[in-house]
């Protein structure tokens, strides 16, 4: 009962601040629908200043509309790029924002934040994603392991002597782990993720076709016609730009198997990863990957076919988890909503280093 009181007026927030998308969620909400805060991690300013639009609330989404297409005097930007706090002050206002919405603008106590890093972040990075939860107005923050809140998200039996291996494809990093016993045992961090599949479809359309277009435009074909195995349904669209010698505007059309080969060799960093960290396992843990398979979470797991090529790669069964974007910040949710059972996964924040 006293629990429930305190969360009430004091809920725990559990915090996934990635490159592409921001996720806050609510510990111990029992609405039947419950909040999760989903956002574009995108900043509107004034040009030339450091003022945030519409009086600080131009974040997430209104913001993100802006990319690419803002109007004269506004600027639209992304304050986290690779994976690491790139602007302070604007990730700070996001994050106020965004922490307001989870709180439902309730004030009183300051509340405690559990935070998903990556284990590729230095201790300098890592301190620089607590100080601006700390200043946008969260109270305590601790650190969890993001790789092992994407397998407790996903369902893996991360607890039990058994090998799960775990694959989150964000926006910039690709994380791979193998858990067991709720430890690491071996895994892999590197900066390659949906942001290069981006400019790798960026840079071939301007060396085949000659036309010069934004990474959101980019991004929305990777989207729209993107895969990383042939598909049933091949797929064409239409892709608008500048032409790079005639400097007028033009479109061509673009093929699914078009952009599967440009997609080639960032993939072939994600698949390089996954194997270099079974290859550290042992014999027996290998086994239990090869009966097990991969769980792919994070937005990339959604690109068309990547289950199937990387499964087709590594001779492995591969799934994709549930709602994949959100797998690290419900996992996150869960360790708050059971501290006891997961106490030994948190890290303070004063330990960030």
Excluded: Y
């Amino acid at each position: 009962m006293w629990r429930r009181l305190t969360r009430s007026v004091r809920p725990d927030l559990a915090v996934d601040l990635g490159s592409a998308r921001c996720r806050v969620a609510v510990a111990g909400d029992r609405s039947p629908v419950p909040r999760l805060i989903d956002e574009p991690t995108v900043v509107a300013v004034a040009r030339g200043g450091r003022r945030v639009l519409g009086r600080g609330a131009a974040v997430g989404r209104l913001a993100h509309q802006m990319l690419g297409r803002t109007p004269a005097g506004v600027d639209a930007v992304r304050p986290i790029v690779g994976g690491v706090v790139a602007d302070f002050d604007l990730a700070e206002a996001l994050m106020a924002v965004l922490i307001d919405k989870a709180r439902r603008g309730r004030r009183g106590p300051r509340s405690r934040v559990l935070l998903t890093v990556a284990d590729g972040l230095t201790p300098v990075e890592r301190r620089a994603a607590v100080g601006v939860l700390e200043r946008a107005g969260a109270g305590s923050v601790r650190l969890l392991d993001s790789a092992r809140a994407a397998a407790l998200g996903a369902g893996l039996p991360v607890s039990e002597p058994v090998a799960s291996l775990i694959c989150t494809v964000g926006a910039a990093t690709c994380e791979v782990a193998v858990l067991s016993l709720g430890d690491r045992i071996a895994g892999r961090s590197v900066r390659t993720g949906g942001d290069d599949w981006a400019v790798a479809v960026r840079d071939h359309l301007r060396a085949v076709h000659g036309l010069k277009i934004g990474d959101e435009t980019a991004a929305r074909v990777v989207h729209e016609v993107g895969s990383a195995a042939r598909v049933a349904d091949e797929e064409t669209t239409q892709v608008s730009g500048l032409d790079v010698a005639g400097r007028v505007p033009r479109t061509v059309a673009v093929t699914s198997e078009e952009i599967r080969d440009a997609l080639a060799d960032p993939l072939e960093k994600i698949v390089t990863a996954i194997a270099e960290a079974v290859e550290d396992c042992g014999t027996e843990l290998v086994a239990d990957l090869a009966r097990g398979g991969l769980t792919l979470c994070g937005g990339g797991a959604n690109l068309r076919g990547l289950d199937r090529c990387l499964s087709e790669r590594l001779n492995l069964p591969v799934r994709v988890a549930s709602n994949p974007g959100a797998a690290a910040v419900r996992g996150a949710v869960t360790v708050l909503e059971n501290r006891d059972v997961w106490r030994h996964w948190l890290a303070p924040a004063a330990r960030a280093a």
